[in-house]
């Protein structure tokens, strides 16, 4: 399994906008692709600017494939494009241990 961290420090009142885009605009594209397993949004407690989008996937040539054929819609930059002064790191990990229980939020 693979991890690919999405991080986010939005603009003082921008949280709500993000979920939206994430929600109704990000997640739809990503779901579909290949190798796809689950997607979380982490917001900071202590933070309220600072979140991360974790993506879990089936293999590096996965995530690696989702990134160039998405295009921008399937894009964490395509957040960024809307949010102006949205800042978007990503980062991605094998996962080596895992103990892969479902959550119901």
Same mark, same amino acid.
Request: charged fraction near 15%; charge should be neutral.
């Given at each position: 399994?693979? !991890? $690919? /961290? /999405?991080?986010? #420090?939005? &603009? &003082?009142?921008?949280i709500e906008n +993000?979920?939206? =885009?994430? *929600?109704?605009? @990000?997640?739809?594209?990503?779901?579909?692709?290949p190798g796809f397993?689950?997607?979380? =949004?982490?917001?900071?407690?202590?933070?309220?600017?600072?979140?991360?989008?974790?993506? @879990?996937?089936?293999?590096? $040539?996965?995530?690696?494939?989702?990134? $160039?054929? #998405?295009?921008? !819609?399937?894009?964490? @930059?395509?957040?960024?494009?809307? /949010?102006?002064?949205?800042?978007?790191?990503?980062?991605?990990? /094998?996962?080596?241990?895992? *103990?892969?229980?479902? =959550? $119901? +939020?």
């Amino acid at each position: 399994m693979f !991890a $690919q /961290i /999405i991080t986010m #420090t939005v &603009p &003082p009142g921008s949280i709500e906008n +993000l979920r939206t =885009l994430i *929600t109704e605009e @990000y997640l739809p594209q990503v779901i579909n692709r290949p190798g796809f397993i689950s997607a979380g =949004l982490l917001e900071q407690v202590d933070d309220r600017n600072a979140t991360q989008l974790v993506i @879990y996937w089936r293999s590096h $040539q996965d995530v690696e494939s989702a990134n $160039q054929t #998405t295009g921008l !819609a399937g894009s964490p @930059y395509s957040i960024a494009a809307r /949010i102006p002064g949205l800042r978007v790191q990503r980062h991605s990990y /094998i996962v080596k241990i895992s *103990t892969e229980h479902a =959550l $119901q +939020l």
